[in-house]
């Protein structure tokens, strides 16, 4: 079987032809996928940089989603110390009440003052986000990691706010007190002359400071992690447009490229028609 031989002319444009139509393969992949680079095939070094950054993203996008929860933790916990602070001013409420009542009255008073005391501690008990209790307990922790490729962290500490027993049938001075049943709130404490009612309306006002102390480091650290979480957002979005840069095709661009093809396609499919009517015009001189 003998090999056929083709003109030069002919060779060259069929090159011609089979080179367009690859260039137009790679092109239509381009708009197709969106991709110029799509594989380490296409461009190792770009490819390798581009899933670097995507990595990256997708680890920060993980972080983000824990700074998300990490805030509505530290909401829940500044909602319930507000909600809480609301308990205190109504305690005051029947301290400052009880002032002109009578011992009936009072020792009302004092059951309704244990009552919401009993409350307080449920609310504070009940103020969890997802299992996390930071206003009941100083051995619960919030732990957040900001990045992995860093020791970027921030931990916040629980408190202890709730109710404690009382001592010696008064308040103590930096927590409050329940079991005030026996109390019926006489009007004076022994070796001292500042009425009972007085006493308690300061310790309740110690505990409302206790608080507001509490809500107040808490609410700079939501504000913090809502910074952090501004950052990470965009730091997210900087590192997928560093990926896409080295990795996303031009459509505009791929566009055009393809309609120059495709006329070049033509014109090379003409060229070729050229060059073999050449050829037969060279046989015909032998008939």
């Not at 989603?65 to 602070?85: E, F, K, N, R």
């Amino acid at each position: 079987m003998s090999n056929i031989t083709l003109g030069s002319a002919t060779q060259q444009n069929l090159l011609s032809l089979q080179n367009i139509n690859t260039q137009m393969q790679t092109t239509q992949n381009h708009l197709s996928t969106g991709l110029l680079v799509s594989s380490a095939v296409d461009n190792a070094v770009k490819f390798f940089q581009s899933q670097a950054l995507d990595n990256r993203a997708a680890d920060l996008s993980t972080r983000k989603d824990s700074i998300d929860q990490g805030i509505s933790s530290v909401t829940t916990a500044t909602q319930g110390i507000q909600s809480a602070i609301s308990i205190l001013q109504q305690m005051q409420g029947l301290v400052t009440s009880a002032k002109t009542e009578t011992a009936t009255q009072r020792a009302s008073a004092a059951k309704q003052f244990t009552t919401l005391a009993t409350q307080l501690n449920q609310l504070l008990n009940d103020t969890s986000y997802q299992g996390l209790n930071l206003v009941n307990s100083t051995a619960t922790k919030l732990a957040l990691q900001f990045s992995q490729s860093s020791s970027s962290t921030l931990n916040i500490v629980g408190q202890n706010l709730l109710v404690s027993k009382s001592i010696s049938g008064g308040f103590a001075v930096s927590k409050l007190v329940t079991g005030l049943a026996g109390v019926t709130f006489s009007t004076a404490v022994s070796g001292n002359k500042t009425s009972k009612f007085d006493v308690v309306y300061n310790a309740l006002n110690n505990a409302i400071s206790t608080f507001q102390a509490a809500a107040q480091s808490l609410g700079s650290n939501v504000s913090f992690l809502q910074t952090r979480l501004s950052f990470t957002e965009q730091y997210i979005a900087t590192l997928q447009g560093g990926a896409n840069k080295l990795t996303v095709a031009d459509v505009n661009v791929e566009s055009t490229n393809l309609v120059t093809l495709q006329t070049r396609q033509q014109l090379a499919i003409q060229s070729l028609s050229i060059a073999t009517q050449a050829e037969q015009s060279v046989l015909r001189l032998f008939h």
